[in-house]
């Protein structure tokens, strides 16, 4: 307030020309053409370069000359984030003056009306232009340039592979016009293009000074199941899977995450330098040299199984330190079994060391070895005579092969399944997987074999039978099996016997057939090779014998009371008559 007092007026100045509207002579209207007459000619719809003279969030003033400033939204300059006031711009005149006064100017459609040319141009010239990603769609994001909607693909936003496309929305990037369809009035752009240039350059440069055993850092760029691509400032080089670590790798991401920095050694590279192969586990000893330098032979260690094969399982005992143990190894067991049966993948497994060779970097382990070997105390737990039961384990044409129990086999013998049955295969006995009972009858511990039997398990019946089974001696069987040479007769007291067809015939004349039940007289037994042949015919034909025998004596007596008569034509004599008739007698009780 104090400086107004310090204000003096002016002792000339003419108020009543100033209240008529007129000064110094000169009218209102006069001033008005005159003031009107130092302002720019500006007509609707047409495009002037104008001043910005404030910038702030939401709005932007332009002076174009006029009698009064235009605002623009600041959307509009979303494109050049570095607008200041000052800046010469195109605006184009919508309206010298709206309802309120105010001059409506648009910044969007100045740049429209000139945009495809400097779009052109922008690509013919190779120009660097400024461009706002608007929005993500698919294969990249759209990006305003100039006013115009340009596509970017997401190919072409980095020389690195981009994951994440919405952390670019809203960003104003500059970029290179790559591609005009002229027809669709389409435009392509691309970040990428900026950088590759500088990158060749340093690429050139990385490449021109890799040497073999080189160590540089790098960036994980991409991982896939064979290895991981590295950055190594513009050039890529790729760590293949075997060389993440010492110990075994089934997935890369166990090892290395994306964008993570490491240290890499260049392990080689072609003439070109263009495939570059690296390492990450060669930074490290190797495993095989910082081994306990007391592990021995004989030594228990502990590991995991990390790879199964049918021949066995490798376990590490130590990252990069494997051991095989042979599937021979896993049990006392003969029999050929697959790995898969005793262990797998990332089992923890204890085990012995058998072989260590330090130098070739190799050691066979053994799981059997942490068990007792069951043959070496074989006579005491499996004496001759003793009894068990065994498991099935699989048939030949001879016999059957049981298991004790783990790493103990025996054989029985065809012929020591049964006393009584005739077993052409040991399929009709039993089946694989079955538990039979045996009896050890024999131990050969150098091939690690035991002779089992099931029939001795019972009393031999044929002991019984060769006191019921006289030769001579009638019995009742059943016909069980019909053949050409014969059949089989088993008979009702036990045990099977054996009769030829013509044994067979009955005492119509008849053959006997299947399942008939006949007696039968017992020609021959003989225990050792447990065989009985019988008879059906004899049951009948000795008793009618019998029956003929006096009447054959009475004929033959009355024939000796009888004079010889001489007939030479007749060529037999009674007498003959009677020795063959013996002889035909003899004949047939010895059959």
């Known amino acids: 307030m104090s400086n107004l007092k310090n204000v003096q007026p002016l002792e000339d100045f003419n108020w009543e020309d100033f209240e008529n509207g007129s000064s110094a002579g000169v009218s209102r209207e006069e001033l008005q053409n005159a003031y009107d007459e130092t302002l720019n000619k500006v007509a609707d719809h047409q495009v002037v370069d104008g001043k910005v003279i404030s910038v702030d969030k939401k709005e932007v003033i332009v002076n174009i000359g006029y009698k009064s400033d235009g605002i623009i939204p600041a959307s509009e300059f979303r494109y050049n984030p570095d607008l200041k006031a000052g800046d010469i711009v195109e605006v184009y005149v919508e309206n010298q003056e709206d309802k309120k006064g105010q001059l409506l100017l648009s910044h969007k459609k100045a740049r429209l009306s000139k945009s495809w040319e400097r779009v052109n141009a922008a690509l013919d010239n190779q120009e660097v232009i400024q461009g706002y990603i608007k929005c993500r769609t698919k294969g990249g994001m759209i990006v305003d340039v100039f006013g115009i909607e340009a596509f970017l693909p997401g190919s072409q936003i980095d020389v690195h592979p981009i994951r ?134 004989g030594d228990t260690v502990k590991g995991k199984v990390v790879v199964m094969a049918d021949y066995g399982a490798f376990v590490e005992i130590a990252p990069g330190v494997e051991g095989l143990i042979h599937v021979s190894e896993m049990s006392w067991s003969q029999h050929l079994r697959s790995a898969q049966e005793f262990m797998h993948v990332g089992d923890e497994v204890e085990a012995v060391i058998l072989t260590l060779d330090r130098e070739e970097r190799k050691m066979s382990l053994g799981i059997k070895q942490l068990k007792a070997d069951p043959w070496e105390a074989i006579e005491d737990k499996y004496p001759v005579g003793s009894k068990h039961t065994a498991k099935v384990r699989n048939f030949t044409n001879f016999g059957i092969f049981v298991e004790l129990e783990e790493g103990v086999d025996g054989l029985i013998h065809i012929s020591d399944l049964s006393w009584t049955k005739k077993v052409k295969h040991p399929s009709e006995f039993t089946q694989v997987g079955a538990e039979i009972d045996v009896v050890v009858l024999e131990i050969d511990k150098e091939n690690r074999r035991l002779s089992l039997g099931h029939k001795q398990l019972e009393e031999n019946p044929w002991d019984t039978y060769e006191t019921l089974y006289t030769p001579g001696s009638v019995h009742t069987g059943k016909i069980t099996e019909l053949m050409d040479k014969g059949a089989v007769i088993t008979l009702n007291e036990g045990g099977e016997g054996f009769a030829t067809p013509k044994h067979l015939v009955k005492e119509d004349g008849t053959q006997a057939q299947l399942n008939e039940e006949l007696p039968f007289k017992v020609i021959e037994f003989v225990k050792e090779t447990k065989r009985i042949i019988l008879s059906h015919s004899r049951t009948f034909e000795e008793a009618k014998e019998e029956k003929e025998k006096p009447a054959r004596k009475a004929a033959a007596k009355k024939v000796e009371e009888k004079p010889a008569v001489s007939n030479v034509a007749a060529g037999t004599s009674l007498g003959d008559l009677d020795v063959l008739a013996d002889l035909k007698a003899k004949m047939e009780q010895g059959e």
């Open 164 to 297: 994440d496309y919405d952390v670019f929305v809203g960003k104003t990037m500059e970029f290179k016009v790559v591609k005009i369809n002229q027809e669709f009035r389409n435009v392509v752009v691309s970040h990428k293009a900026l950088i590759e240039a500088e990158l060749e350059a340093q690429k050139k440069e990385i490449i021109g000074r890799l040497e073999k055993g080189q160590i540089l850092e790098g960036t994980v760029k991409n991982i896939t199941t064979y290895g991981v691509f590295v950055d190594l400032g513009g050039v890529d080089g790729l760590i293949h899977i075997t060389d993440l670590s010492w110990g075994r790798v089934s997935d890369p991401h166990e090892v290395v995450a994306l964008d993570q920095k490491i240290n890499v050694v260049i392990i080689d590279f072609d003439d070109e330098k263009k495939r570059i192969a690296l390492g990450l586990k060669q930074l490290t000893p190797h495993p095989w040299d910082a081994l306990d330098e007391n592990l021995k032979v």
